[in-house]
């Protein structure tokens, strides 16, 4: 009895950890394996467990919450089935870099390999979608594991860690003590750019005719937004963020030419097509944002590549100066050396350059038809962006209204804009809105989502009743899987195989069983006073659920079709 | 091209299989791999026999670089390096073939390390080109059984891979 004064159990160690990580909040779902960490948390209160309905909401509340805070979201789920339905949640987060850790239950050590009750390799399933994951196989390792686990999910480039937990870990006694900081001979992610590669970029942006900086999600996962808009501002080059990107330059700047990429606008894509010297910072030259590569390298371009993962350079395409460090370093850097230097960038090109981005911009590639009798989608999130002033967290699920929100909500500040760029994940917005809602009680949040997105993680709308999440839906109704119908009606002859989605719910109804407020919009003239009625002090304190019956035939433009050019959109006007 | 990478890696369970799940995951080939601890029985010691463009290859350094149980990791061809497989094969060794049997092994400088009745199993060790030459010399209906180490590699000189 004696020295159990100073031992506690695996639980208990587990739970001192998260104190020690300062974490706020824990998203899980209790089970067998995971039971003596519960028993734990029911006698502590540094930090809030949230029950989500469905272990994928878990990790995508958990991601969420990251991508909003900057702060490692924690999930915690049991072994088998709940591990499984956690892997989704995790992927996404991994595609899009996203700092995390998910604690899961597994059988007792002596049982494993033995096909037990809720037995699964999780160690092994998530391999392929995690930074780095761990099987706890010893108590004494396991406050070192949980502080690895965490330095390795922020550090460098950030991504989900998977820590499995043997229940009967979590029951034996050892001493808590946790490691103030962690060394690792196998993990030193470099943050300082080499300052030779710095200068010799810095000599090629002061000497570029066509300049265009293209910044991606790492100026917002690497809290870069501010450097970024004094280097763009200080040297008046256009600028275009990708999906993951927006909100890492203010979108109401002129010099912002709106997202790049499969749905980028015209002149976004056009000049990253023409320019000269091309300055990409965070961001990876992904499928979606340059189109075919070819074509791409069908003109001669200088490209200088900032990026904190080594092997994100020259990966799909070759770059003349890569930086390898953490952005907001390399660009503090890069504005002292601008500062420093009295050279300055060739104004009379980058005069004739900003006419002809002008001309492409006069092409007002996002209009729409404002006077329909139908409720266009692109309208309800412009009301959207104005109800709100353009302040809003927006949340989104994958899709037509994806992209409709991030075409035509214009973010300011970064971790505005929480969605799963990588994956593309449906049903992430529910669990996505509410992870920031508890980051950020008091402000405006609203998840943009389609009908068929929404009924993925449907089951949530249980648990902002519970948690009070008084997060707005803006559900965009067009009784199809939008961008699927899209694809089937350019590329596959209008045959619209099993887009439609039939028998939907009442989603008033279906809100009002929740404990909700439900509303349905069917006229445009509607759809502003519906989303000031939501916003309003009344509903301040109540989740809305607005279900907006859109355009059914409304398809994305522009598109760059798979395997086209950046420079080979399909204009709206052109159909 | 073909390439030889050599890595350091920690020696903890689970840590081949990032490597090799790494390589299925992005479609890398994969000749041979083999692995084994080192004179420090924290660290394993990998070689890797791959092939692919200039483009994959870089590709393949920087993901092996980025596991986070991978210390360090090294191109044996971006420099002068030794490579070394062995093989053990059965072969018939009935009349005949008894002597011819020796004399080849003795040719390329190999060991019969057991006799049987009716075989011989002889080790041969050298580069994978040698190994492959002597199967080629043998006529197919003798061998009865092949087992290849794969490749290990190790630079010459004063190339180490050592943290």
Known sequence: MEDRHQKITGAEILIRCLQEENVKFVFGYPGGAVLNIYDAIFNQDHFKHVLVRHEQAATHAADAYARATGEVGVALVTSGPGATNAVTGIATAYMDSIPMVVISGQVPTPAIGMDAFQEVDMVGITRPCVKHNFLVKDIKDLATTIKKAFYIAASGRPGPVVVDVPKDITAQYFEFSYPKSIEMRSYNPILKGHSGQIKKAVNLILNAKRPMIYAGGGVVLGDAAEQLTKLTRALGYPITNTLMGLGGYPATDKQFLGMLGMHGTYEANMAMQECDVLIAVGARFDDRVIGNPEHFFSKNRTIIHIDVDPSSISKRVKVDVPIVGHVLSVLTEMNELLEADSGKPDQAALASWWKQIEEWRGKNCLNYDRSSAIIKPQFVVEKLWEVTNGDAFITSDVGQHQMWAAQYYKFDKPRRWINSGGLGTMGVGLPYAMGVQLAYPDAQVACITGEASIQMCIQELSTCKQFHLPVKVVTLNNRYMGMVRQWQEFFYGNRYSESYMDALPDFVKLAEAYGHVGMRIENPADVEPALREAFSPKLKERMVFMDFLTDQKENVFPMVPNGKGLSEMILAEEL | ?163
């Open chain 2, 1 to 163: 091209m073909k390439h030889i990478i050599s890595l350091l890696m920690e020696n903890e369970a689970g840590a081949l299989s990032r490597v090799a799940g790494l390589f299925s995951a992005r479609a890398y080939n994969i000749e041979s791999l083999t692995v084994a601890p080192t004179e420090d029985p924290t660290l394993s010691r990998m070689t890797i026999v791959t092939s692919g463009s200039e483009e994959v290859i870089e590709q393949i350094i920087k993901q092996l670089n980025k596991l986070v149980d991978v210390v360090k990791v090294l191109d044996l061809n971006d420099g002068r390096y030794i490579e070394r497989e062995l093989m053990l094969v059965k072969v018939k060794a009935t009349g005949a073939l008894r002597d011819e049997m020796k004399r080849m092994c003795d040719i390329f400088r190999g060991r019969i390390i057991d006799v049987a009745d009716g075989s011989y199993t002889i080790e041969l060790t050298g580069d994978g080109s040698k190994l492959d030459a002597f199967l080629e010399a043998m006529d197919k209906t003798v061998i009865l059984e092949t087992v290849r180490t794969g490749a290990s590699g190790i630079g010459r000189g004063d190339r180490i891979l050592k943290i």
